[in-house]
Nanobody, 125 residues
Framework: QVQLVESGGGLVQAGGSLGLSCAAS????????MGWFRQTPGAQREFVSA????????YYGYSLEGRFTISRDTAENTVHIQMNVLEPDDTAIYFC??????????????????WGQGTQVTVSA
């Protein structure tokens, strides 16, 4: 079992920056990647970004690369996402995820096994 705890959400003005962190505890055996999804009311959970645990390969949701940067610390079992030039449309609950997703389906929420409780990010206009 893996437990995930997010931190770093909050309120920011449009154009500002925010960083989110996720700390994983428990056995990381079988975890090949960690990532972030986000969700707004009434919508499905949307892929934001992911990073493979061993090689550090990164993946981003559509139009997010360039504004968002994901990184990991394998010694601390943490993943961090730096979000810059935030827009009101980035407002959502952001969830940390961990698991062994197949790379072709890394964007699918169904491929991830473990989830954090989520942290709210609100971007004001």
């Amino acid at each position: 079992q893996v437990q995930l705890v997010e931190s770093g959400g909050g309120l920011v003005q449009a154009g500002g920056s925010l960083g989110l962190s996720c700390a994983a505890s428990g056995s990381m055996n079988g975890i090949s990647a960690m990532g972030w999804f986000r969700q707004t009311p009434g919508a499905q959970r949307e892929f934001v970004s992911a990073i493979t645990w061993n090689s550090g390969d990164t993946y981003y949701g559509y139009s997010l690369e360039g504004r968002f940067t994901i990184s990991r610390d394998t010694a601390e079992n943490t993943v961090h996402i730096q979000m810059n030039v935030l827009e009101p449309d980035d407002t959502a609950i952001y969830f940390c995820a961990a698991g062994d997703p197949g790379i072709p389906l890394i964007h699918s929420r169904l491929e991830w096994e473990y989830w954090g409780q989520g942290t709210q990010v609100t971007v004001s206009a």
